[in-house]
């Protein structure tokens, strides 16, 4: 199995700031046949159910604001969100579907500093 | 609007079996991957699996998969999780999910004497 490790395992933030959440592949995620990264980002927030926020590791999905930024390439991917708000509070992770088993980082916990 | 509802959870004896069922609506059920993925009381997501289409491809993750089945009913616009043999460690949220862009609110499965 793929093993995806995230950090940090939670981040204390203020409205405003800029933050970053590390992913980590065991194996690599890109497919040399279409050159895209099998990899997403999710977001949870309290009693909810997760939220696709960007896929192939960039891309965002419809409606997610500009200001979620997915990068990286390979084994080593980041989710940067700027200025972040009170709404971004949340539970977040990344999770390959380069090959099954699709696996889950084990989640980046956003609080409010 | 896309819609996806879970149901047939609840309380269970350890050992019994369970069928969970994902009712979709608001799209062409026959034209996408559906999969499960639960969620232990406060921990993270584990990926259950998928099913194609028609149904020719199903993947598990393999600790599971002697004990989980997954099927569909494209006529009726269902999917469906039979799960068997459940122990404690089986006590989640289940979510249905289509392609992982949208989500099911989940339902609770509880094992327990």
């Known amino acids: 199995d793929i093993v995806m490790t995230q950090s940090p395992s939670s981040l204390a933030v203020s409205a405003g700031e800029t933050v970053t959440i590390n992913c980590k592949s065991s194996?690599?995620?890109?497919?040399?046949?279409?050159?895209?990264?099998?990899l997403a980002w999710y977001q949870q927030k309290p009693g909810q159910s997760p939220k696709l926020l960007i896929y192939?590791?960039?891309t965002r999905q419809s409606g997610v604001p500009d200001r979620f930024i997915g990068s990286g390439s390979g084994t080593d991917f980041t989710l940067t969100i700027s200025s972040v708000q009170a709404e971004d509070l949340a539970i977040y992770y990344c999770?390959?579907?380069?090959?099954?088993?699709?696996?889950f980082g084990a989640g980046t916990k956003l609080e409010l500093k | 609007e896309v819609k996806l509802v879970e149901s047939g959870g609840g309380l269970v004896q350890p050992g019994r079996s369970l069928k969970l069922s994902c009712a979709a609506s608001?799209?062409?059920?026959?034209?996408?991957?559906m999969g499960w993925v639960r969620q232990a009381p406060g921990k993270g997501l584990e990926w259950i699996g998928e099913?194609?289409?028609?149904?020719?491809?199903?993947n598990y993750t393999p600790s599971l998969k002697d004990k989980f089945t997954i099927s569909r009913d494209n006529a009726q616009n269902t999917l469906y999780l039979q799960m068997s043999k459940l122990g404690s460690e089986d006590t989640a949220i289940y979510y249905c999910?289509?392609?992982?862009?949208?989500w099911g609110q989940g339902v609770m499965v509880t094992v327990s004497s």
């Open positions: 192939w590791a960039s």
């Open positions: 194996q690599s995620l890109l497919y040399s046949g279409n050159q895209k990264n099998y």
């Open positions: 608001g799209f062409s059920f026959n034209d996408y991957w």
């Open positions: 099913i194609n289409q028609d149904s020719s491809t199903i």
């Open positions: 999910a289509r392609d992982y862009g949208a």
């Open positions: 999770q390959q579907y380069y090959d099954t088993p699709y696996t």
